[in-house]
């Protein structure tokens, strides 16, 4: 992760709730790495009630738009939603 940093890479990292065991809570990434250059330039988002799979379409739906959002403000433009559209997954 720090050499991503180094690299001028930008980072986000999705968790979900379904694995209590390796991540349990909204802020676990930056309470773990906070002494760390990178911690505050990665991104983390918790999905607490979405399972590792994304097995239902509504929680990949949440999934491509939290990540397209993510993208949107990387870039400052407007990310084409036509990608969305094909998948079947944007009704």
Do not use: P
């Not at 979900?16 to 330039?41: E, M, S």
């Amino acid at each position: 992760m720090q050499q991503l940093h180094d690299g001028g890479v930008r980072q986000l990292y999705v968790y979900t709730g379904d694995v209590k065991n390796y991540y349990n809570y909204a802020n676990q990434f930056h309470d773990c790495f906070r002494g760390y250059d990178f911690a505050g330039d990665v991104e983390v988002k918790y999905l607490e009630h979405v399972d590792h799979t994304f097995i239902l379409i509504s929680y990949r739906a949440h999934l491509f738009d939290l990540t397209k959002s993510w993208l949107d403000r990387l870039t400052g433009s407007r990310v084409e939603r036509r990608a969305l559209d094909q998948t079947g997954l944007r009704r």
